[in-house]
T-cell receptor, first 115, second 113 residues
Framework: GDSVTQMEGPVTLSEEAFLTINCTYTATGYPSLFWYVQYPGEGLQLLLKATKADDKGSNKGFEATYRKETTSFHLEKGSVQVSDSAVYFC??????????????FGQGTILTVHP | ETGVTQTPRHLVMGMTNKKSLKCEQH?????MYWYKQSAKKPLELMFVYNFKEQTENNSVPSRFSPECPNSSHLFLHLHTLQPEDSALYLCASSQPKRLVEQFFGPGTRLTVL
C-alpha cells in the first residue's frame, strides 16, 4: 500500500536559518503530493502541493519539488521565522484503494524556531 | 477561513456520558473524514464517507458511531468512552476523487475523565 516517511523530529532552528524537512513516499502510479502545516491548537492547513513529476509547489516562502526518480518531496525554506514553528505533515493522494480522496500522511515533524 | 467548521471546540466528558461532535463543510464536497490525533502518535484515519455512504471504518471501536445525514454534515456520536480516547478529533472534506487535497476543520479537543 501507499506510505509516507518523514524525517524524525523535532527540528530546532534559529531565526533566518535554512530549513529542510525530508519526505519520501511509496505509491503505485503517480500520486499527488502535499505538505500540510498545523499550528498549535489548530487543524491542518494545506501549505503547498504538486500533482505531477518535476512540479514545484510553493507558498509563504516554502517550496517542495516532486521528484519521481527519488520518490521524494522535501520541504525547504530559505529563512525561517519564529511564526513558522508548527508541525509539518507530508501526505499523498494515490490512485489505488476503495475510497476516493483518501490521503496517506507521514508522522509529522515538529519545528521550533527560536529568535 | 477553511470552510470546514467543527463544534464544540472543547469537550470534557465522563466515561458514562453520551455526546456528539459536529462537522459542517461549506465547500460543496461529497467526501468527509474523521481523524483522531493523539499526542506522540501519527494521525489516525477513523471513518470515510463518500456521497453519504461509509466507505471505510478503520477498526474503530463501536463506542464511536459516525453519522452522515447529507454531504455537508458529519457527526461523531460518543458513548462510554475511555480515558485513552482523549485526543484532538479532526474532520476533513474533499471532492470524492483521487489525487485531490483535503480541507480540515479546527478540531474538537476531547478530554475523557
Amino acid at each position: 500500500g501507499d506510505s509516507v516517511t518523514q524525517m524524525e523530529g523535532p527540528v530546532t532552528l534559529s531565526e533566518e536559518a535554512f530549513l529542510t524537512i525530508n519526505c519520501t513516499y511509496t505509491a503505485t502510479g503517480y500520486p499527488s503530493l502535499f505538505w500540510y502545516v498545523q499550528y498549535p491548537g489548530e487543524g491542518l492547513q494545506l501549505l503547498l502541493k504538486a500533482t505531477k513529476a518535476d512540479d514545484k509547489g510553493s507558498n509563504k516562502g516554502f517550496e517542495a519539488t516532486y521528484r519521481k526518480e527519488t520518490t521524494s518531496f522535501h520541504l525547504e525554506k530559505g529563512s525561517v521565522q519564529v511564526s513558522d514553528s508548527a508541525v509539518y505533515f507530508c501526505a499523498l493522494s494515490g490512485v489505488g484503494g476503495t475510497s476516493y480522496g483518501k490521503l496517506t500522511f507521514g508522522q509529522g515533524t515538529i519545528l521550533t524556531v527560536h529568535p | 477561513e477553511t470552510g470546514v467548521t467543527q463544534t464544540p471546540r472543547h469537550l470534557v466528558m465522563g466515561m458514562t456520558n453520551k455526546k456528539s461532535l459536529k462537522c459542517e463543510q461549506h465547500l460543496g464536497h461529497n467526501a468527509m473524514y474523521w481523524y483522531k490525533q493523539s499526542a506522540k502518535k501519527p494521525l489516525e484515519l477513523m471513518f470515510v464517507y463518500n456521497f453519504k455512504e461509509q466507505t471505510e471504518n478503520n477498526s474503530v471501536p463501536s463506542r464511536f458511531s459516525p453519522e452522515c445525514p447529507n454531504s455537508s454534515h458529519l457527526f461523531l456520536h460518543l458513548h462510554t468512552l475511555q480515558p485513552e480516547d482523549s485526543a484532538l478529533y479532526l474532520c476533513a472534506s474533499s471532492q470524492p476523487k483521487r489525487l485531490v487535497e483535503q480541507f480540515f476543520g479546527p478540531g474538537t479537543r476531547l478530554t475523557v475523565l
